[in-house]
């Protein structure tokens, strides 16, 4: 079946302006989390979702960053006024959550690398 | 607050030799899982391997294999007769079972791998 799938693969962007990145989870999947990786570090937490709520968004940096899953699938983190700071690749994983208990693996997608100039 | 450590940043290899990588983790749970994942240089976080804080037996895979030893909270990863298509970058993860941050994993900051031929 497919994988997790994010959109775009690539976005160029100005200082300032808005982004909207999207990740389409593992049919099925109710658990779906947002890292961030910046160049030669591993990936880090943003935010986790068990099915349309945010169950964990203690990893957003600050109030510029905001993630919804509205339909308990498919997700979109946005992030406003984009910093230069902000530059990196969004990976976007899903699992089975608590439906597959503690040990669910979870599935990475290609990930979204944004530049902000 | 958890945190996984791997201490090697680059390891270079002739093909055909043994190569270890490192992982040292900290955390207060007394349940978890430690995951390996490889980075291959098309970005995509490739699941490895997923153990529990329980289950200290060896494992291996193919020329795979993994050695956790929870009295020294390591999970070592082992590479048996490398071969050029291993080059890759591999994260060491721990992740947390239970509670709000169900699932959400901590990475290592990665060993880079290049395998010569």
């Known amino acids: 079946g497919a994988g997790v799938s994010q959109t775009p693969s690539n976005k160029v962007t100005e200082k300032g302006k808005y982004v909207e990145l999207r990740c389409d989870p593992i049919?099925?999947?109710?658990?779906l989390y947002w890292y961030r990786q910046s160049l030669g570090q591993g990936p880090e937490f943003l935010i986790y979702?068990?099915?349309?709520?945010?169950?964990?968004d203690s990893g957003l940096p600050n109030d510029r960053f905001f993630a919804v899953r509205p339909e308990g699938s498919v997700s979109t983190l946005k992030i406003q006024r984009t910093e230069r700071g902000d530059s990196a690749v969004y990976l976007c994983?899903?699992?089975?959550?608590?439906?597959?208990?503690?040990?669910?693996?979870?599935?990475f997608g290609p990930g979204t690398r944004l530049t902000v100039l | 607050a958890q945190k996984v450590t791997q201490a090697q940043t680059e390891i270079s290899v002739v093909e055909k030799e043994d190569v270890t990588l490192d992982c040292v983790y900290e955390?207060?749970?007394?349940?978890?899982?430690l995951f390996w994942y490889k980075q291959p240089p098309s970005g995509e976080l490739v699941f490895l391997i997923r153990?529990?804080?329980?289950?200290?037996q060896n494992e291996i895979s193919g020329r795979y294999s993994w050695n956790f030893q929870k009295s020294t909270s390591s999970f070592n990863f082992t590479i048996t007769a490398s071969q050029v298509v291993d080059s890759a970058v591999y994260f060491c993860?721990?992740?947390?079972?239970?509670?709000?941050?169900?699932?959400?994993?901590?990475f290592g900051q990665g060993t880079i791998l290049t395998v010569h031929p």
């Open positions: 994983a899903s699992s089975q959550g608590l439906a597959g208990g503690g040990s669910s693996e979870q599935f």
């Open positions: 049919s099925g999947h109710t658990a």
């Open positions: 979702f068990q099915g349309t709520g945010a169950a964990d």
């Open positions: 955390t207060r749970d007394t349940t978890y899982y």
């Open positions: 153990r529990n804080s329980f289950d200290e």
């Open positions: 993860a721990l992740s947390e079972p239970f509670g709000t941050s169900y699932g959400k994993l901590t």
